[in-house]
């Protein structure tokens, strides 16, 4: 995993986006399906606003880790949304990035190269509490080994566990957030 | 000037002037103004073009001050394009971005906080010779004060002024790069 991208890096790869996004529009156009035009042009506005809502909960190096990961050529996509007020998750910051990057790491070693496997992951982010969902789907290669992994990794400083299921290609964790109250 | 931009500092700049042009195409297509939609598309593109030509010339810290230039609050806006078949100005990198950062300092100096000011940026890049056009547009207060400024900084290690000219709120300058030919 590439540790550190430069601005120009991060220009790039967001300029590559856009222009699918861009070339996605100019299709439609040219088909004269503005309605789907006025569709895709939501999509990209709602995408926005949960990658603003990303940058909003203070978790930088988290937010990194989601807003760069498909830049690299990898078994496994992800997707996120977030849901909720938000609230300031700074201080989990660190918790939070190693235990996403180190369930990534092992999810790429179940994945299979040759078909697709993505990994949504639903971030609910209230005041009082912050769950995490993971839904991943996808080739599953070694399922006692993610167990394994599951088990040392169960709990944290301030996360935990609290739901899981797997069921042949299908996935779901969830993972939710001990927040110290302020006063 | 900020010296330092983080990855989510580029994608928050990034994602805000992409959604201005989604903005944009949004309103027209609201209006059914579909070939002003075609015509912000092809804009676009062609920014995009000038943008990734700028990336491709290698000079890192220059293509960095351009595309960043316009994320902080100045009083002068600036905008770019390249022209030519492209070359390698890795070798004058830290030069090229001194002098245009000394350039723009001083040139912020000159400005008007109460009236628009703008830079185009010209550059042309053929493997024989590499030029750029500065053409400024806006107040300029003091031309003695820039007059000196020039007198210092027309020529580097390998750059050197070729043409100079002012009038009124117009200002024009031309810097060469002598470039050293391999073989």
Redo the contacts between chains.
């Keep these: 995993m590439k540790e550190k ?4 890096d ?3 790869h ?2 590559h986006d ?2 699918n996004k ?1 070339q996605l ?2 299709g439609n ?1 040219a088909l004269n399906k ?1 309605e789907r ?2 569709e895709i ?1 939501e999509e ?2 709602r995408d ?1 606003q949960h ?2 809502k990303l ?1 909003n909960l203070g978790a ?1 190096q988290f ?2 880790l989601l ?2 990961y498909n830049w690299e050529a990898k078994k496994i996509s992800i997707s996120y949304e977030v849901l909720g007020d938000g609230c300031d998750l700074s201080a989990h910051d660190s918790e939070l990035t190693e235990w996403c990057r180190a369930f990534l790491q092992v999810m790429e070693q179940q994945a299979d190269m040759n078909r697709e496997s993505h990994l949504e992951i639903s971030i609910e982010a209230f005041d009082a509490e912050v769950r995490l969902f993971f839904d991943y789907s996808g080739t599953i290669s070694d399922e006692n080994a993610f167990m394994e992994w599951l088990n040392t990794h169960e709990r944290g400083a301030s996360l935990c566990l609290e739901q899981f299921s797997i069921h042949k290609d299908e996935m779901t964790v969830a993972i939710k957030i001990a927040r110290k109250h302020q006063g």
Excluded at 5 to 8: C, K, P, Q, T, Y
């Design positions: 991208w430069s601005i120009l991060a220009l790039r967001s300029r856009w222009l861009i529009i100019k156009l503005i035009v006025h042009i990209i506005v926005m990658e603003t940058t930088k937010a990194e807003m760069t």
